[in-house]
């Protein structure tokens, strides 16, 4: 792929950075040359520099791991990185006029600018970046994952999911191969958004005051916040909204740094969704310690170790069920294997709502899960009232086999729905909920009908974490 100029201003003419490398073939050096009568021409080192900027696209990066085309923001505190910052001005005192006055790009500082120049580019505009210099292979060849168990406070329980953190978008085809490879309930691919790029011709340098030197240009949009572009993929399809892999990927950012505040906003197909800290996410300085008995007390234990649960809130919107006619209702009973249920309803998800008289008619269930396909929709959601002497409210499990899921460990989206059906049942507006699956999973639902919303709220423990090689295919 031919590379296209890049213009800067420049006080001593139009300089041209540009690509010395012709069609199909990878970017090895840059160069800057000046139109003025006292034109100059310097190498900029590889192509590698175009992306200092982009260690905030790579988690988990072990500092064993250097690669020359990344670099950690020196205002990151995390370990995963932080790019919070990345459409604002760097310190300006870096960039000053020379006390000489030289417009010459000779030297460390004229070598930060360009640097600083080349992030700003990457991080404003990465994909197009990415693809107008052929580099697309190099940053997909490692994607950096975690798999987090969602709705427990226990490994191994609850659901698992696995969190893809992305450069940026990549087509259906290949978000589904990678959900496919991990072959679990549910995989989420965020990606943090980005101001749009600036309108052609807009300056990334500038003349100084003095006009005798370069600076780089201030941008007027406000940096985005903690908002992230999410999609939910199974092993067979997408989902139009999943809650345990939303809850996980507020955890993933969240425990790794990569946010700072306490909301995060996610933006899907369905809408806005929000996830707030509850509790597990803020650190004492002090490293916990363990007690080893008779050997010495109060051995140092790691810190990332606690770094690995906490609680999320979901704010997410509800989804009524309106009853069925008694022919449809029957064959949702049929395909439950059941003679009859209380009541059979359907919500906009494509979900059937069917509640049963007894905690233990929900437990014993045994579906036949062809007939669920023929049914259509997404799936089934059975459910009853809780015992009277367990610390829950209600209970329920979920049979999605259209999803490629028979049955689902602790569906959060689920609850959208049951939240309110039994709210108005109980005339409660807070429940306790489980879901009965062989794993289990514990939720916290909040109604709020005037606002249309729902509150889901659960623990998550990461499991698991590391980076997807070979990643990049067509």
Known sequence: MACRSLWLNSPVGSPVLECQVGKGMSCESFRVRST???????????????????????????????ETFTRRSSSSSSPWGNDDGANTAMDESVFEGSPEGSASIDGDKRTELMNEVMRRLSEEDLEEAAKKYNYEDELFAQIDFAQINAFTKKPFRGNPAAVCYLPYERNDDWLKLIAKEFNLPATAFVIKRRQSKQSEGSPLIAADETGTDLKPVKRVNPPIGNEFDIRWFTTDAELGLCGHATLASAHMLFSSGLVEGDTIIFHSKKGTLRASKVSGYDHDDE?????????????????????????????????????????????????????????????????????????????????????????????????????????????????APNLG??????TGSAHTTLGPYWAGKLGKKTLEAYQASARGGQITVRVDDSAGRVYLQGGAVLVMAGTLLNTFCE
């Open 36 to 66: 003025s009568d006292r034109g100059f021409e310097k190498a900029w080192g590889s192509w590698r520099a175009l992306t200092k900027g982009i260690e905030s696209h790579k988690l988990l990066r072990s500092e064993s791991r250097k």
């Open 287 to 399: 490293e916990p310690s363990v007690d080893r008995g008779d050997e010495e007390a109060d051995v140092p234990y790691p810190k990332t170790v606690e770094l690995g649960k906490g609680v999320v809130e979901l704010d997410f919107p509800l989804s009524m069920a309106a009853q069925v006619e008694a022919a449809e209702a029957g064959k949702v009973s049929d395909a439950l294997e059941v003679a009859e249920a209380v009541w059979v309803g359907r919500t906009e998800l494509g979900d059937y709502l069917v509640e049963f008289s007894s905690s233990k008619e929900v437990e014993l269930l045994h579906p036949n899960y062809q007939k669920i396909k023929e049914l259509g929709g997404r799936g089934v959601i059975a459910t009853a009232r809780a015992p009277a002497d367990s610390e829950f409210d209600v209970i329920s499990r979920f049979f």
């Open 405 to 410: 899921i028979n049955e689902d460990p602790v």
